[in-house]
């Protein structure tokens, strides 16, 4: 069974950085797209970035510069370093698996999805 | 690529079939997808490629359309399928796109 928990959320004031982790578990993870996904409270669904099976790496404009995705094929982790956090970065993020190869076939449905951890920028 | 769900909310009874609609700025060419989600729960895959039914979703859920303009169909709907539901591009990204998605209540 696919498992994916994420860790590492918290409050941070403006300017401060968090490094959020998700262990990935019951799949080949180094084959897989992983993607970051952020929900603020009673809103939309916001994809953040993708990091495909090969390392390449992809970011919505709202975090490009600030925000980076790596993972570890050996330790099946993923991770989101975030940066120069800003209010509006508050939200639920979510580790969430793509299909393997995704981003070669052009498939980048989400197919799994981790429960999220909190992150709450404020002063 | 923007995407707009529509109706906002639709209160429908346990039993009946209904319909949820999403229209993209553009052409997504299929690369559509389905989520629903319960409160304080995480979205689950439903629909992929614009009608391809997500493994262990039942066949009660359906998707249909083209160009821009697909659509979300629930046959005899349960109590568990009352949720929100979102739908997602994959044709044009960075960035991958979501509306702002459909509740489903209760009547």
């Known amino acids: 069974e696919v498992h994916l928990g994420e860790s590492g959320g918290g409050v941070i004031q403006p300017g401060g950085s968090l490094r959020l982790s998700c262990a990935a578990s019951?799949?080949?993870?180094?084959?897989?797209?992983m993607h970051w996904v952020r929900q603020a409270t009673g809103k939309s669904l916001e994809w953040v970035a993708v990091?495909?099976?090969?390392?390449?790496?992809f970011f919505a404009d709202s975090v490009k510069g600030r925000f980076t995705v790596s993972r570890d094929n050996g330790d099946n982790t993923l991770y989101l370093q975030m940066n120069n956090l800003r209010p509006e970065d508050t939200a639920l993020y979510f580790c969430?698996?793509?299909?393997?190869?995704?981003?070669?076939?052009?498939?980048?449905?989400?197919?799994?999805w981790g429960q999220g951890t909190l992150v709450t920028v404020s002063s | 690529v923007s995407m707009t769900q529509s109706p906002v909310t639709l209160s429908v009874s346990p039993g009946e079939r209904v319909t949820l609609s999403c229209r993209a700025s553009?052409?997504?060419?299929?690369?559509l997808a389905w989520y629903q989600q319960h409160p304080g729960r995480a979205p689950r895959l439903l629909i992929y490629?614009?009608?391809t039914r997500a493994t262990g979703v039942p066949a009660r859920f359906s998707g249909s359309g083209s160009g821009s303009e697909y659509s979300l169909t629930i046959s005899n709907l349960q109590s568990e399928d009352f949720a929100v539901y979102y739908c997602?591009?994959?044709?044009?990204?960075?960035?991958?796109?979501f509306g702002q998605g459909t509740r489903l209540d209760i009547k």
């Open positions: 969430v698996r793509g299909p393997a190869a995704g981003l070669n076939l052009g498939d980048l449905f989400l197919d799994s």
């Open positions: 019951g799949f080949s993870f180094s084959d897989h797209d």
């Open positions: 990091i495909g099976s090969t390392g390449n790496t």
């Open positions: 553009e052409s997504v060419s299929y690369n």
């Open positions: 490629a614009a009608s």
């Open positions: 997602q591009q994959y044709n044009r990204w960075p960035p991958i796109t």
